[in-house]
């Protein structure tokens, strides 16, 4: 009922409003309608004036002595201040006021002024702006024409000067309203003539004033602020095409005070039958809040915890129905919570008891559950856990892979459901500690009420053993392989090489029917090649020795000529192969000998001296070197073989890795350098290598300096007596054959 009521009201104040400012913006544009009216009469009528001056001989002979005419109308016409003639320099030829030449027969020019230059412009009547005539002393305004001569074209410019304040006297004749003010302002909005206030206000700029009145409706009608400082409503008309426009204004509060006495009455009886209304919406609401207010007592009681209160099924009508009915919602929740916290207890133990640790998080992944077998195993109090981030139980290193893991499982419900199966997950102790775990999931709710629960194992026992089952496994896989290799090598190769040695010792040996020196070389060659194969099965044997710590060296001073020289010899037959050309550069150093096993040094040179041949370029060569520097003898051996990269140089002393070596057709087994380390560790000696893929490697070995042993200390025992047979007696008896190959 209030609302139509209100909206009444508010109706008939719009109405009268409108009422109002209609009838105050009509007074004003009434006024301005005239003025606009009566000044375009005026400047249409001067315009039609100065059209027939302009042809008057005496005008267009540009006459000093003034035509008749122009002194007529300036007595007849109260508006004209003056008519004047003058010619195209701007100077002043005749005046109706003054004469000819001006007062005293003084020449008046109008070069330097406005009107004049803009009438010079156009070829056509003009309206300039507003100045002090300086013939008559008054505020003018001039319209003016062009004179034009048959012939000649334009000659001068004849101007009538219109009197601005004698317009305004003209206004008094109109039915004004107190505080009224008119005006009239040029195109920019500077004023021409104004009433009251023409001395002070003339030329100022009512521009401001016009834009905000106007503002709200463009129609021409606005109220703003004058530029006396009084609020004022405005109407504007334009006088003619002139681009002049005539202004009324009246104080806003005297144009809108039936307005604001109407607004008054409307408000105050508004006020008063919104008084009524309400008093009566306030009865009425309180007899039908009574029972809504009694059934949200109730509800609230429940609210807090007060499971004993009912609501009071005597209320009236429907409200007693909605009191029954909410009772009995009441007792079938209260059963049935009974039976949730009956089977939550029951639950809670299971989880208590449980001999896995579980953990519910929620959609934050905050701890909402924390049994006490998880308390056991973080070693951590439950009271504690709870609210807890579950990243506190997660190592900083996997955090993230935890956390979009459990992110995914939340979202799609794809992730295993065993979280540990596949995978090995790691728990945090509080301690600090990390422990191998294995972990299974689940989700209970949706995206915004989400409950995660995890079951989590202790796999530290169970990863720990079969760690040390599969590290078991290996070594024993690994030394039965060592083992069956091993075994393997001693009796299938070292048999058959052993025999080829002992017939090329034979055939060395032969008396009878010797052999010749070329046959001699050959079996040499023989010999020393079987011993060669013989130490190659022997380096895999010596890598086993090694590991095992059971390889023991006989460390003395050895001729490092003697062995260099030995190494090249058995190396020669393999040189001359493949065109190279081996350089030998230390038979001018006088002796040199070092602290080394004799057998095992021999054994390093001849693998450094054979991979320089292996590993060259056909018709390459190797530089051997040796010299000694204080308390150490250095030996080099340099190829222009392949070369190796500073990738093959990180694995170079690895058993069994040839650096893909193998592709290209060389012999070996890539335990040569393997070996070579460590018999030069173990005779505290150490090797170098510096190598430049695609051009050649330097192998650099270094071994401590020795003294050459006297005569007495190097002197042999003297060889037993062997009878001499004669040399064509046939060997008779038998023969006692002993070999010691370790």
Known sequence: MALPLVALLGYNLWREASHARRAAYQA????????????????????????????????????????????????????????????????????????????????????????????????????????????????????????????????????????????????????????????????????????????RWVGADAGPALRAALTDNPAGVGVATGIDGVARAFARMPVGSTGWYALA?????????????????????????????????????????????????????????????????????????????????????????????????????????????????????????????????????????????????????????????VRMFARTGSTARRMGLLQTLTGLRADGEEFPVEASISKLGDAGHMLMTVVIRDATELRRAERARLAQAAAESASRAKTDFLSRMSHELRTPLNAILGFSQLLQARTIDPLSDAQRQQVEHIRLAGWHLLALINDVLDVSRIEAGRLTLSPRAVDLLAALDEALRISEATAAQQR????????????????????????????????AIKYNRPEGSVHLQAKRAAQQVHVSIEDTGLGMTAEQLAHLYEPFNRLGREHHGIEGTGLGLALTRQLMELMHARIDVESTAGEGTRVTITLAAAEEPTAAAGAASPAPSVPQLPTDAEPNGSVLYIEDNP
């Not at 230390?586 to 000998?593: C, F, I, N, Q, T």
């Open 28 to 199: 004003v544009e009434s006024h301005a309608a005239g003025i606009a009216h009566d000044t375009d009469a005026l400047l249409t009528g001067t315009a039609q004036y100065l059209d027939f001056l302009a042809i008057r001989p005496q005008v267009v002979a540009l006459d000093p002595v003034c035509d008749p005419v122009l002194d007529d109308v300036v007595r007849r016409r109260r508006h004209f201040a003056d008519v004047v003639l003058v010619d195209l320099a701007g100077r002043l030829v005749c005046s109706a006021v003054a004469g000819p030449g001006g007062p005293g027969g003084l020449a008046e020019g109008y070069a330097d002024h406005a009107w004049f230059q803009q009438a010079m412009r156009q070829d056509q009547p003009a309206l300039g702006k507003p100045f002090l005539a300086s013939i008559v002393r008054r505020t003018v305004v001039a319209v003016s024409r062009p004179v034009m001569a048959p012939g000649r074209g334009r000659i001068g410019t004849v101007a009538a000067l219109l009197d601005l304040e004698s317009l305004q006297a003209d206004w008094q004749a109109y039915r004004l309203l107190p505080n009224t003010r008119l005006a009239i302002v040029d195109e920019t909005a500077r004023i021409v003539v104004i009433r009251p206030g023409f001395a």
């Open 249 to 405: 204004s009246v104080p806003a509060v005297q144009a809108f005070a039936d307005y604001h006495a109407g607004l008054l009455r409307s408000l105050v009886l508004t006020g008063a039958l919104m008084l009524v209304v309400l008093g009566v919406a306030v009865v009425l609401a309180r007899r039908l809040a009574a029972p809504l207010n009694a059934l949200a007592a109730t509800a609230r009681a429940v609210a807090g915890g007060d499971d004993s209160v009912r609501a009071d099924e005597a209320l009236p009508g429907e409200y007693g129905d909605v009191a029954r009915e909410t009772n009995a919602m009441l007792e079938s929740r209260q059963r049935t919570e009974a039976k949730l916290l009956h089977r939550e207890r029951q639950l809670a133990g299971l989880v208590d008891t449980a001999m896995d640790a579980i953990v519910s998080i929620d959609a934050q992944h905050k701890i909402r559950l924390f049994n006490r077998a998880a308390a056991e195993m973080f070693r951590l109090p439950a009271e504690q856990a709870i609210g807890e981030d579950l990243d506190r139980f997660i190592p900083t290193r996997v955090r993230e892979a935890h956390r979009q893991h």
């Open 580 to 611: 190279m050309r081996v350089e030998a550069d230390y038979r001018d150093s006088g002796g040199l000998w070092v602290t080394a096993d004799p057998v095992r040094l021999r054994q390093v040179l001849l693998n450094l001296l054979s991979n």
